[in-house]
């Protein structure tokens, strides 16, 4: 079984809802607070919302078209009925963004009288929190110390409660509201229904989408602009916690903070099509809280994310331990001023019109670069996170010259020719450093770390930063030892050596649209185009991926859904459809 979820948000939290109409992944009011349903985590201790018919049933679960409603159908032999599941969110007539901390469920019969039963379970702050279940003035509400959920409905609340038989007949609403005495009416929620998907359609609108793959990354983009926290403008990396890599190790991370190297790959990608407020504001929350540099934040700018192991959950399918925090915040991972840089070069250069750079953003700007200038002969941990396993890492090294290179570029568009120069010879001394270290002639391929031969494949991304010639013979080299040794089918590992946890068992999806990437730049287009699709075939039931996927039951693995998977994704198919965004010709001056 893979992983049969679809997720609904606001731009604050998400929730996850198993195919069968549960609702077993819900954070409030924040993507990383603590959970009020958990079962993904524990399927016994976790919580969970379940609509349950009492006969035997079948389910289809789809989004409203070009949204983040999701719907859900079930069909038995007493009737079929539908169940509508969001979260408000909307501009409003000034033209600002609105949300809840509300999750709406409406539930409208499409035949017959179907009798269901509910189990409303909710567990808060992880399951640790004791929880009572109380019925006052028809509004049940849940209570633990702290925290309170609300819950109304227009069925019969006692029944609804103690899970009796409910016989179902035209339209059923629930809301269900976090710390706050319900302030919708239950009338209101099919005008907020109507609302949510006016917003949903709106992000699609602005979209310019390539010529093929148009459904893929619709999805894509609206994943992506789910996870983005819209009060700062910080993107979330999942909206999960502790899905494992491989089940039954201790690969098992908390996913629901933002990484600067996926965000900025994230804007990068979203203004790919069209989506430059996102970077705008990412920009913006960049420079306001990210003066100490770090490799990851809480999405409100928070610097310490300690990370604890919640020994009371199973696990999912039993995979120990459940995290909670991230203590990746306090390693060194050079490679971050590259993608930071690379992302911002992109916007005001490549894709904008007319641009003015504030002062403080060039001072920003001018930080990022310095970094990579004083990082690049030291050792890191790499993009992957090593945690015991400092070394001189190829990558981190390409991604310093990226830094410097599109930094010196950056500072001549600004006018200050000085810095410029000074970057560019600490590139072209960081470009003739990986040429003679990070390349192994014994095996000919760019290997994971200077004076190894272990093969990587954030590699496949050289041509992709511009640093080599996507025909270059060193380039075509190196995606030939990766195929040969880092693939099984069209899926790629990250690398087959072994790290803090033993050898990965499972290929990494990035990795594969790298591979995708390289190949058609390598003018090996139609292997790229199969790779892709056959890849697009492993997603869940909604279009959705997580990170990991193992090679042989094609499962998938990791957090989910995975805003690095499905940043590449729209990637791979904006270059398969060879769409160009329009990118004119752009001034950049401090004001």
Request: glycine share 6%; with cysteine; proline share 4%.
């Amino acid at each position: 079984m893979t992983l049969d979820y679809g997720i609904i948000g606001n731009c604050q939290t998400a929730a996850l809802i198993s195919s069968k109409g549960s609702i077993d992944w819900c954070c409030f009011p924040r993507f990383d607070s603590p959970s009020v349903f958990a079962k993904i985590l524990d399927n016994q201790k976790g919580g969970s919302f379940e609509i349950v018919p009492t006969s035997k049933y079948t389910t289809e679960q789809t989004y409203v078209k070009n949204t983040n409603v999701l719907s859900t159908t079930f069909r038995s032999q007493h009737g079929e009925f539908e169940v509508l599941d969001f979260f408000p969110c909307y501009v409003n007539q000034s033209n600002g963004f609105e949300s809840f901390q509300e999750i709406h469920r409406i539930i409208k019969v499409h035949k017959g009288n179907p009798e269901v039963k509910f189990k409303f379970d909710p567990r808060f702050n992880y399951a640790r929190d004791k929880t009572d279940l109380f019925l006052k003035n028809g509004v049940i509400s849940a209570d633990s110390e702290k925290e309170k959920l609300f819950l109304n409905t227009n069925l019969d609340p006692e029944k609804f409660m103690w899970a009796k038989a409910i016989e179902l007949e035209g339209e059923s609403f629930f809301i269900l509201s976090y710390n706050d005495i319900i302030h919708t009416r239950l009338t209101d929620s099919k005008k907020l229904l109507e609302l949510t998907i006016d917003f949903w359609h709106s992000v699609i609108e602005k979209t310019t989408l390539p010529s093929e793959y148009k459904e893929q990354v619709i999805r894509s983009v609206l994943v992506l602009e789910l996870l983005r926290y819209e009060k700062s403008g910080a993107i979330v990396a999942a909206a999960t916690t502790s899905l494992p890599e491989i089940i039954g190790e201790g690969r098992n991370w908390d996913y629901r903070y933002c990484w600067l190297r996926d965000a900025a790959l994230t804007v990068d990608a979203l203004t790919k099509v069209c989506h430059f407020d996102e970077t705008r504001k990412f920009i913006k929350w960049l420079v306001g809280c990210c003066k100490i540099l770090q490799t990851m934040r809480g999405v409100e700018g928070e610097t310490k994310l300690s990370e604890k192991i919640l020994k009371h959950l199973d696990g999912y399918k039993g995979s120990k331990p459940v995290r909670i925090g991230n203590d990746a915040y306090k390693q060194t991972q050079n490679d971050v001023p590259g993608e930071v840089l690379e992302s911002i070069y992109k916007f005001y250069v490549e894709y904008e019109y007319v641009r003015e750079m504030t002062p403080e953003q060039w001072a920003s700007m001018v930080q990022w670069g310095n970094a990579a200038a004083k990082l690049w002969k030291k050792e890191d941990q790499g993009i992957w996170e090593f945690r015991e396993k400092k070394g001189h890492y190829t990558f981190s090294k390409l991604l310093c010259w990226v830094a410097l290179d599109r930094g010196a570029k950056l500072a001549l568009k600004c006018g200050d020719p000085q810095q410029a120069e000074k970057w560019r010879k600490i590139a072209e001394e960081i470009r003739e450093d990986i040429l003679q270290n990070g390349w192994n002639e014994k095996i000919k391929a760019f290997t994971q770390k200077y004076g190894s031969e272990d093969l990587d494949a954030s590699l496949l991304l050289i041509p992709h930063f511009g640093f080599l010639p996507p025909d270059h013979p060193k380039v075509l080299s190196t995606i030939d030892r990766i195929v040969e040794n880092l693939t099984e089918g069209c899926l790629v590992y990250r690398y087959k050596s072994e790290d803090d946890f033993g050898k990965p068992k499972n290929a990494f999806i990035p990795c594969t649209l790298w591979l995708v990437e390289s190949m058609y730049l390598a003018g090996r287009k139609e292997r790229a185009r199969e790779l892709f699709e056959d890849l697009l075939g492993h997603s869940n039931h909604l279009g959705l991926f997580s990170e990991d996927i193992n090679p042989y039951r094609k499962e998938l693995l990791g957090n989910f859904p995975q805003t690095y998977t499905h940043m590449a994704l729209i990637n791979a198919a904006v270059m398969l459809s060879e769409a160009s965004i329009k990118k004119p010709v752009c001034k950049i001056r401090l004001e």
